[in-house]
């Protein structure tokens, strides 16, 4: 079932990957987009041409999730070019791998600035701006669940965005507005794929009974249903769509 005509909504970290796919999948579901991204303008770009291509409605807004006011600007463009904000998917993150014994400072840092922080960011401003009625949908990870070597300082971002889901579905009572997580598996992207030897990829892919990656599409599906009419009744919950690899 489509989305209202007249929604609005910002997905986060839109240029690329599986917010790319959300983006195309909302507004061919009849949503107007807005693309934000960090520094890949011409993908975003291009993405909101095919959408208008398509018949959709899109415009791009390059903002730093991490930074308060960026992200103050970002949801000023969106009210701007579209007249009010109706769901917002936090999809912006980032990835980096290490040991806990071997992870430098820095590593730690910037995950929690752009995955945690970032989210936190974007939830305040949605607090306060997002119309009665509204959907937000944010990007955990099956790590929480896995809890796979190496992947400590991500997964501590992931948990730490799940809980800020949970409590956030509370404050918003009376509002009419749902707070829920997709938690993907291992899905085809740069944030997967970079720097993994193929083995490894293989390896991950046979783990799920469904022995495959995710597809960004598989993920903007879910993530479409918790935006949509039918998505509705659910508030407060962790989805994880990845094949049942947990
Ligand atoms: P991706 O292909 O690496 O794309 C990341 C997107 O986030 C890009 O659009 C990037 O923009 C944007 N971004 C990064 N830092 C940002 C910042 N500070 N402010 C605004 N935008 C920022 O990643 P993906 O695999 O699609 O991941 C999307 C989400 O799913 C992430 O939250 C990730 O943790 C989660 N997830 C992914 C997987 C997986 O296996 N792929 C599994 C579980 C969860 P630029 O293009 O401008 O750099």
């Known amino acids: 079932m489509g989305i209202d005509r007249n929604k609005t909504a910002i997905i986060t970290g839109a240029s690329r990957g599986i917010g790319a796919a959300i983006a195309e999948r909302i507004a061919a579901d009849g949503c107007n987009v807005v693309i934000n991204y960090a520094s890949n303008e011409a ?27 960026s992200v103050a600007r970002l949801f000023d463009s969106a009210a701007a070019a579209f007249g009010g904000i109706d769901i917002l998917v936090n999809n912006a993150g980032i990835m980096r791998l290490a040991a806990i ?18 989210t936190f960011n974007t939830l305040r401003e949605a607090a306060r701006r997002l119309s009665d009625g509204g959907r937000i949908i944010n990007l955990s990870s099956s790590v929480v669940g ?5 992947y ?26 749902t707070v829920n997580c997709v938690a993907p598996g ?15 990829v293989d390896h991950l892919a046979g783990m799920a009974p469904l022995e495959r990656l995710g597809q960004p599409d598989d993920i903007a599906a879910t993530v479409a249903f918790l935006a949509g009419p039918d998505g509705g009744w659910i508030n407060g919950q962790i989805l994880r769509a990845n094949g049942g690899i947990i």
């Open 43 to 69: 993908p975003a770009e291009a993405l909101a041409r095919r959408i208008e291509g398509a018949g959709g409605r899109a415009t791009t807004a390059r903002a730093d999730v991490g930074d308060p006011a």
């Open 101 to 118: 014994a071997e992870s430098e400072d820095e590593l730690f840092d910037v995950q929690v600035l752009t995955n945690l922080k970032g």
């Open 146 to 150: 896995l809890s796979q070597p190496t």
């Open 152 to 177: 400590g300082a991500y997964a501590a971002t992931k948990a730490g965005v799940e809980a800020l889901t949970r409590v956030m579905a509370k404050e918003l009572r009376g509002r009419k507005i």
């Open 186 to 200: 291992p899905t085809a992207t740069d944030l997967f794929l970079d720097g993994k030897p193929q083995e490894v």
